[in-house]
């Protein structure tokens, strides 16, 4: 089993900045060669889909191309965790920022379908 636990969240204004952070415990994340697990980070605003923010396997990272430039996604394996460093936040930011990680699955990091587990999620509000 893998726990995720996200934290950082906030109500902020345009043009501020939020870190986010995601935790990972549990006995099979405990088994694995630090690095090798897709850390991700996606997002769901009311009324719509979850949507894939930013991954990082080792020190490969890819982004969505809403956020490029703005965010950007770390990680620290001596800590279990990974980081999400929001700059120059937007009112359209507004979500739930979810942390996920592919353990088994070797789809396309993209897909919410292709995760194994997830946090529990910490709301993001920007004000305009």
């Known amino acids: 089993q893998v726990q995720l636990v996200e934290s950082g969240g906030g109500l902020v204004q345009a043009g501020d900045s939020l870190r986010l952070s995601c935790t990972a415990s549990?006995?099979?994340?405990?088994?694995?060669?630090?690095?090798?697990?897709?850390m991700s980070w996606f997002r769901q605003a009311p009324g719509k889909e979850r949507e894939f923010v930013a991954a990082i396997r080792g020190t490969t990272t890819n982004y969505a191309d809403s956020v490029k430039g703005r965010f950007t996604i770390s990680r620290d394996d001596d800590k279990n965790t990974v980081f999400l460093q929001m700059n120059n936040l937007k009112f359209l930011d507004t979500a739930v920022y979810y942390c996920g990680t592919q353990i088994y699955n070797s789809g396309s990091a993209y897909m919410v379908r292709n995760y194994d587990y997830w946090g529990q999620g910490t709301q993001v509000t920007v004000s305009s």
């Open positions: 549990g006995r099979t994340w405990r088994s694995l060669v630090p690095g090798t697990a897709v």
